[in-house]
């Protein structure tokens, strides 16, 4: 795993009120990409709140390198229609293990340690808290959806660096 610096795990919780591109309802899935590679979850059926719980994982290579985020409808005898997209920008959280030193051991339990507010340059949907949870730098993420006219997804957001490697600049 030349040039890999760590895994990005991302926890994605759930979908609120994501667009019908059925009759009443869709069948939701969620895909993540990376520097090419790409990883989704299940397909949750007849929901538009879905409850995915998936846990996705993808290799950092670039820190400043953007997780883009798509959320799709499964159809069967068509192809699948776009539910609104959105991107994950690393760098907030990237500054924070940097910032903590990688050592959360100095750092209380349940302490932010950066927080990242919604603006027209980001998708996020409201304020988005870095802390530190049981011992990991982890990120709450409500992202809103672009190109749809609502919807939102829940992701938690976690880098686990791999022996050896560090983010010094």
């Not at 907030?92 to 340059?121: A, F, S």
């Amino acid at each position: 795993m030349e040039g890999v610096l760590g895994l990005w795990k991302l926890r994605v919780k759930r979908g609120i009120n994501l667009v019908a591109r059925d009759t009443k309802s869709s069948d939701p899935y969620l895909i993540a990409t990376l520097d090419g590679q790409k990883t989704k979850t299940k397909v949750t059926k007849a929901s538009c709140n879905p409850e995915w719980n998936d846990e996705l994982t993808l290799t950092m290579r670039d820190p400043d390198a953007p997780i883009h985020i798509a959320v799709y409808d499964q159809d069967m005898f068509s192809k699948d229609d776009s539910m609104g997209e959105a991107e994950i920008d690393v760098k907030p959280y990237i500054e924070c293990l940097r910032t903590v030193g990688l050592n959360p051991n100095n750092v209380p339990n349940g302490t932010i340690l950066g927080c990242v507010h919604p603006t027209e340059h980001n998708c996020l949907a409201k304020e988005s808290s870095i802390l530190l949870e049981d011992g990991k730098v982890v990120q709450d993420i409500n992202l809103k959806l672009r190109g749809v006219e609502c919807g939102e997804v829940v992701i938690q957001l976690e880098l686990v660096l791999l022996p050896g490697q560090n983010l010094s600049v």
